[in-house]
């Protein structure tokens, strides 16, 4: 038999895009391995990404649309008759409440060219502003303060393999050796400065653990900004040269003297000295953000105290040394330039810039004014629901909020409340099984386009294998939409190509500038990192080493104060409840829980808890435990954690229905950013069972 030739792409998770190259075989499964030679992953893939192509030949994948009947059951039917449907139900919406009526929820595992066209769908084509998408649940926090500090927002502004180099790498709030963990091959030569509250894997490597109160980062970034200050670290000649704001935000790190900084975090004077005494000393360093310092309520807020903190040093832009954030879903960085968020068009550019209006209504053919204005962000969108004043109907593409948004339980009430719940996936996740209608789409393997990494490099996911029968593609689907709604066919165009062509246009001139991004180059294995202008610009792998992007090229420090989190421990919830990831699971698990290996790996949702305060509550190792808070209870199973602080307990938040983390998590919401406090609220434990 002849070979089949290996297709070279990337894995379908998340944003280090590991490189692979995957292997058609017959009945459509394929086998993958990691590339050789694609240098983020250098060999390397987690479980994760081994497994993947599983998921092309799960025994429940969608394969035909499905409609609700009039007993409440979904059933199977034809693409023209679900097409026709939905598009008459939005017409009517919108005919008897306005545009506004419909909502559009995207996400940040979408390529680079659904979450263009979809964005373009919304505005154009339902006219709505109400359009946000999941990525304002990891990266909004950090994509608010990268904004107001460099003028642009590019997770890493150099590539991945510059890590390598670093003596000292501070990461807050990220665990890498479990959410990325090829990464941590260039992440061997550094010495880790880890900041967690629980002694993670990567802490586990550190040459110092900060093991701060959950909610406390503010305060701890402060506290080492006033070390800074007080012995002498400050690079003043870089801080003249090429910044703004600093004695604003140096009076408010003086408040932060360390005594008072171990009392709120709890993290020893002596280790907070050690850690900027390692940072600062280093000739190379970076500092690294992940969602556990963002994923708060002053998310914003502490991700701008580390950039203060980077600034301070001289970090950013100095080749060898850097900030960066790790951006996490696997287009989590282009998901966030093409306009699927609330207040954005195409190109990072703003929907109220005047200017950015006209551009882009230019390239799409229609009025300037015709577009509407920003609308809601996600959890506002979702809380909104059915409400008089909400959407009606809601389309969902990429996401499972019945599983990962806060305070899933209310959320899931809101999703119920709709006229029309309409989800398009390739698998009958938590949301699409309540949907009113669901679209089955093609995977990874199946289709072509574009996704953009964690350091801004823009890379080709390619067709290996054909869809099963019966499937479309997430394109396609948007199309027969648009059609059903009077649009003009070649106005959402179908081809990957063709939309990424009009996706470059849109961007030109914007902050995240494709113009000289083509199909063409990618396949000739050019680098390309964003922003790339011109057919013959070579790319930006590292941005900011002249100027950063505000006009004045200097970075901004920003005025920041500590602040509580929205809710703390005592009375009735007495422990702190975090939340985040297990290694074995992707997300809401709506594709890891259909492997058998990771389901294996890690079959139920559980709690990590202080074997001090598992005895205290009646619980043993392996027991079901009952975790309440104001909103909700969870059920999950107890692993003793002696690392873990004692008033601390952490659970993944990547299981269904009784197990969702999210029935504890509220509502509160960063002011600036909309980012959810997924990273605190107060919990109590007891064996299940328990009235
Ligand atoms: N296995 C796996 N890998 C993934 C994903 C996945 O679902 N599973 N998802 C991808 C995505 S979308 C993302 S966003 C990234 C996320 O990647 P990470 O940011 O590394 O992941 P998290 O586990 O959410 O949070 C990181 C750490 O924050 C800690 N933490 C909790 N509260 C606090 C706090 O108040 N302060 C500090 N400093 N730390 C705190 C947690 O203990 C946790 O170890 O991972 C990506 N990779
Ligand atoms: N408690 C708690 N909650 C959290 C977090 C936390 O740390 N703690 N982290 C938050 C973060 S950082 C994130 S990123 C979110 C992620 O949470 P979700 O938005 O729920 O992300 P996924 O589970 O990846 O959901 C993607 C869904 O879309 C489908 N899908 C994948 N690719 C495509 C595609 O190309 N087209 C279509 N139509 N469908 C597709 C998948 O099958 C799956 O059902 O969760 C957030 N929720
Ligand atoms: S680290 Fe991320 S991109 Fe790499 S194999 Fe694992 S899930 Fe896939
Ligand atoms: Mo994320």
Redesign the pocket.
Known sequence: MPEVPEVPTHCP???LQCGTRLAPRDGGAAGVRPSPDFPVNQGGL?Q?GWTAPTVLTTPDRLTTPLVRDAAGTLVPTGWDTALDLVAERLRALRDAYGPDAVGVFGG?GLTNEKAYLLGKFARVALGTSQIDYNGRF?MSSAATAGNAAFGVDRGLPFPVTDLGDADVILL?????A???PPLMRHLGRAALVV????R?ATAERAALHLQ?A????LALALGLLHLAVVEGLVDTAYVAARTAGFDAARQRAMAWWPERVERVTGVPVAELREAVALLAGAGRAYVLT????E??SKGTDTAAAFVNLALALGLPGRPGSGYGC?T??GN?QGGREHGQKADQLPGYRMITDPAAREHVAGVWGVPADSLPGPGRGAYELLDALGTPDGPKALLVFGSNPAVSAPRAGHVSERLAALDLLVVADFVPSETARTADVVLPVTQWAEEEGTMTNLEGRVLRRRRALPPPTGVRTDLEVLQGLAVRLGQPADRFPSAPRTVFEELRRASRGGRADYAGISYDRLDAGEALHWPCPAEEHPGTPRLFLDRFAHPDGRARFAAVEHRDAAESPGGRFPLYA?T????????SGAQTRRVPELTAAAPEAYVEIHPDTARRAGLDEGALARISSARGSTLARVRLVGTLRTDTV?LPF?FPAEGRANLLTSDALDPRSGMPEF??CAVRVEPCGTP
């Open positions: 998770y998340c944003a987690c994760k940040g990891c807050a709030g990220a665990n890498p479990d959410t990325m900041i967690d509250p629980r993670t701060p959950p909610g406390t980062d992940g969602r556990g310092a994923q708060h790790l996490g879903q989590g975090t985040g990831r297990s290694p074995a699971h992707y997300q952490f990547h990273k605190v």
